[in-house]
């Protein structure tokens, strides 16, 4: 079979061949449906699901696309995959999570595609979690557009489009709405294709939605709806070409809504003679009969359909065979691409400059971003009230929307999970995100894009897909900001890997992390203490330091020294290890003792200097890990248990974690604050106590 996509791209080709294209892919996806069923006992090692029922507005679209679009498929989309011109025995791979699977190299699940192939449409990776492709995908279109209206596009004949497939039920989730908002608001250039089978596994469409894809639309202005037969394919594949002419010419959101029926099980897991009653009635509107009616209808002579069964049929099993044959990936390659390598490994620039007066750390930040977007167009920033108005909510982004114009700095509505999963699609086309949740207690609605797809989007691409992205978090208590506006969050953090976490103490720290963040291709949480933006609070004043100079630049996992002093023979001397405003606690903690303390500045959370703090606590014996969050179950905590494991022989006292109290949420009064969370007086104690140990 060398049917490549080319053919369908062909604009002179005839309806009949475009049908008997179709015709060979959609028996091929029934044909794999069939086997993956009849070989169950290999192909049920992993779960699959496959696109039966779907195949004709699947493969309407797939074998639409250029290789300038993006489309993002879910798990059921195995025939927009072969509509773009994979083969059987690379959707194979997968199905059996063989080395060479091209998606993943055997991390992820079937129909999980994820493709960087200059002559095909590119597919960012896709997750499990239904209906999280759309923020992701609708932030690539939002990208495109960026590139267009600043004028750093490509220049192509024809736009780039980006697609996103979902299924019905996967529609009534919010992040979903948050897509749809965007795009509609934006006229982002991009496609979503609602495949409606009435089925959210085995709940019925009448028990999970109050109305469907077409009515629901109605909400959102300015995004125009096709609905259709899906099972059809020359229906579907009008549709489809027309909506594809408007977006890519007129750069406006489309919708299809495609009624499907679903043949085959939910899943190889979940299966339809479980709890399926409607399955006769679905067999009715088999689009393959549809199809193959079709042909006879277009005089296609029932030999030659036989001719393309026969050599599909021996196509796929050939290419199973082989597929199981091939090797699966080796133990070592499961440590392949958990981070795209940086090219910032050393401190460069000058730190402090002379003849320069010391910048508060909310500016040192704010120069550093605009030093980047005057060097980059690519970059651009966006967030809740960063634009041309307020600047942020703590003028951290002041001047930005002024100076470079309100496409590169704008607002967005209420939406975190949009902010921050949109950087996958941003940083797909290149860009360079910079954005900012308020609060950090406001990152929790964008927590799900931030771990389902910013963090493993590199490791189950197999490396093909990093996302560079910079995600600003003003975080901390300062001066009872209360329950929703005191947090910290850097432990739940710290358990997302795939992502870099910086938590700078200092103006220059924070200029020069902003710039490594900024040339790291991995994504990057930028922690920035409240308290510290304007060293208004006592005892913080080195928070201001000189602004570094625009080359200055420090390389993530180097911890600072803040302050040293001997091991000494006649009184026993501590190190403390902590970050933020810990370091301001310990450091006027440490004027009450004689040259007995030593601070350590992690600066960043991950990567972690390791070796830094090893030899600091080897050096002293004893040891605090000072944090500003609640002690049980704590980054900081956990950082102690690494500690004992890697000192233990040269402690002379247990690790210390000094932390806030264990309770839920920071009281608004001052007093209550006070009571709840570390500070200097505290730490004292805390110092004077193991020191005497
Ligand atoms: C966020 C999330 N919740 C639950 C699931 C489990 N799940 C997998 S498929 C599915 C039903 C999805 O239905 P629909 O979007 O209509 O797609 P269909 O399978 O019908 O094609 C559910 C609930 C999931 N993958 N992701
Ligand atoms: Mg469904």
Not at 240 to 259: F, S, T, Y
Not at 325 to 348: C, Q, R, S, V
Not at 513 to 522: E, G, R, S, T
Not at 567 to 595: C, H
Request: net charge negative; charged share 25%; hydrophobic share 35%.
């Amino acid at each position: 079979m060398e049917m490549t996509k080319r053919h369908f791209l062909n604009k002179e080709i005839s309806l009949t061949d475009l049908l008997k294209s179709a015709y060979r892919l959609m028996f091929t996806a029934k044909t794999m449906t069939d086997l993956f069923e009849q070989e169950k006992k290999i192909t049920s090692k992993y779960v699959h699901a496959t696109s039966r029922g779907h195949e004709a507005i699947q493969l309407a679209l797939g074998m639409q696309l250029l290789p300038q679009d993006f489309v993002s498929p879910y798990y059921r989309d195995d025939s927009i995959l072969l509509g773009i011109g994979i083969t059987p025995y690379e959707l194979m791979l997968q199905l059996l999570a063989k080395r060479d699977d091209p998606f993943s190299g055997g991390r992820t699940y079937y129909a999980h595609p994820s493709l960087r192939r200059d002559d095909f449409p590119k597919i960012i990776h896709q997750s499990s979690g239904t209906g999280m492709q759309a923020i992701p995908t609708t932030g690539i279109a939002m990208g495109m557009k960026y590139k267009e209206e600043t004028g750093i596009a490509e220049n192509l004949d024809e736009k780039p489009i980006a697609v996103c497939s979902l299924g019905d039920a996967s529609c009534t989730e919010g992040e979903v709405s948050e897509a749809f908002q965007m795009a509609a608001l934006k006229q982002l250039p991009i496609l979503y294709l609602v495949q409606d089978n009435e089925w959210d596994i085995s709940a019925s469409a009448d028990e999970i939605r109050a109305q469907d894809i077409t009515e629901y639309m109605r909400g959102f202005n300015g995004i125009e709806t096709r609905t259709i037969d899906g099972t059809d394919f020359i229906k579907s594949y009008e549709t489809v070409k027309e909506c594809i002419k408007i977006i890519r010419e007129e750069r406006r959101p489309m919708l299809i809504h495609a009624k499907v029926p679903l043949l085959n099980h939910h899943t190889s897991g979940v299966r339809k003679e479980w709890y399926r009653d409607d399955l006769e009635e679905c067999a009715k509107n088999d689009p393959l009969i549809k199809l193959r009616n079709q042909l006879s209808e277009f005089s296609i002579e029932d030999s030659e359909v036989e001719t393309i069964e026969k050599e599909v049929a021996a196509l796929v099993r050939t290419d199973f065979e082989n597929a199981v044959l091939a090797e699966d990936p080796k133990p070592e390659d499961t440590y392949k691409h958990d981070f795209a390598p940086t090219p910032i490994t050393e401190e460069k620039g000058q730190r402090s400059p002379s003849g320069k007066i010391p910048t508060v750390m909310v500016d040192c930040a704010l120069f550093a971003i605009r030093e980047l977007m005057t060097k980059h167009p690519e970059a651009l920033l966006y967030g809740q009230d960063v634009g041309l108005r307020l600047g942020g909510v703590f003028r951290e982004a002041i001047t930005l929307a002024a100076q470079f114009g309100e496409k590169r700095v704008f607002n967005t509505p209420i939406q975190e999970a949009f902010i921050v999963g949109s950087t996958v699609g941003m940083s797909a086309v290149g860009l360079k995100p910079i954005v900012e949740v308020q609060f950090a207690d406001y990152i929790w609605p964008g927590l799900n894009q931030l771990f389902t797809e910013v963090s493993r989007s590199y490791y189950l691409s197999n490396g093909k897909w990093p996302v560079s992205m910079i995600l600003r978090v003003p975080i901390g208590a300062y001066g009872s900001g209360g329950p929703y506006h005191s947090s910290s969050v850097e432990s739940v953090l710290t358990n997302i890997k795939g992502i870099k976490i910086a938590y700078p103490s200092t103006g220059a720290d924070l200029k020069g992390l902003m710039k490594a963040a900024f040339y790291d291709p991995n994504p990057v949480v930028m922690l920035e203490h409240k308290g510290l933006y304007w060293s208004k609070i006592e005892g913080t004043e080195n928070a201001k330091t000189i602004e570094p100079d625009e080359e200055y630049i420090i390389p993530f996992g180097k911890a600072r020294e803040v302050l040293l002093c001997e091991n000494r023979q006649d009184k026993p001397t501590l190190t403390i290890i902590t970050y933020g405003m810990g370091v301001y606690w310990a450091s006027n903690a440490a004027k009450e003792f004689d040259n007995q303390i030593e601070i350590i500045d992690l600066r960043t959370l991950a990567p972690l200097d390791e070796n830094r703090v090893f030899e600091s606590v080897k050096k002293h014996n004893r040891c605090i890990v000072l944090t500003e969050e609640p002690v049980n179950n704590s980054f900081a905590q956990s950082l102690a248990a690494r500690i004992n494991d890697n000192c233990f022989r040269y402690l002379d006292a247990p690790v210390k974690v000094v932390g806030a109290k264990d309770l839920p949420a920071i009281p608004i009064n001052s007093e209550l604050e006070k009571e709840m969370l570390p500070n200097t007086e505290k730490l004292i104690k805390e110092i004077e106590q193991l020191l005497k140990y």
